[in-house]
């Protein structure tokens, strides 16, 4: 079972996009997930309750926000969306049930230097550097063609940790979570080039 934390301490940035099209993911390959949302907002369960009870199930997973615990026996995979803010007490419970954390970014180089010290503090971090939690990052908006892109690259390249993709700016995203859908949970061609994109994150995620 692998739990999957989505942070980062700046708001609006795209964790509740990235968290929701994560554990669809899963859902879409017959995978039993959960998505737990430690947002006072519950932007993540809101988006569950939309969800067509016709689709691939994703499990709601209530976790007190000061101390997560251990997800329910069985489970094969859960998704973690977080708060803005996110520090302390809070970001070490989420890291002590984290196999993996997916830090979603802007290339902006406002967003990259907000966003700078949390990175900087889990690329140090004891089970980052043991490799007990693996750390990747997700341009979030960008194409990935442009100078910001490549400014991202260099700057988490420079904290030793992986960059997974890039999501273009779309409102794909805006349109599906209207509805509690995922890019897995509508026709193909609708959403070909987004998938195209998904597919270094999720292969990253499901290993």
Sequence with gaps: MTVIVVANPKGGVGKSTLSTNLAGSFAANGEWVALADLDRQQSSHTWLALRPESLPAIEAWQVDPEVPAKPPRGLE??????????????????????????VPLQPSMFD??????????????????????????????????????????????????????????TQNYVQLAAHGLTLWDVAKSRVERDLEQWEPITAWAAK
């Design 112 to 169: 990259i230097l907000a966003t700078q010290h949390f990175l900087e503090r889990l690329a140090k971090e004891k089970a980052v550097r043991k490799g007990r939690i693996e750390v990747g990052v997700v341009g979030m908006r960008v194409d990935a063609r442009t100078r910001s892109a490549e400014q991202l690259h260099r700057f988490v390249e420079s904290l030793e940790l992986t960059v997974l993709g890039f999501l273009r700016d």
């Design 77 to 102: 995979r859960a998704v973690v969306d977080t708060p803005a803010g996110l520090h302390g007490t809070r970001l070490a419970a989420a890291l002590d049930v984290a196999d993996k954390v997916i």
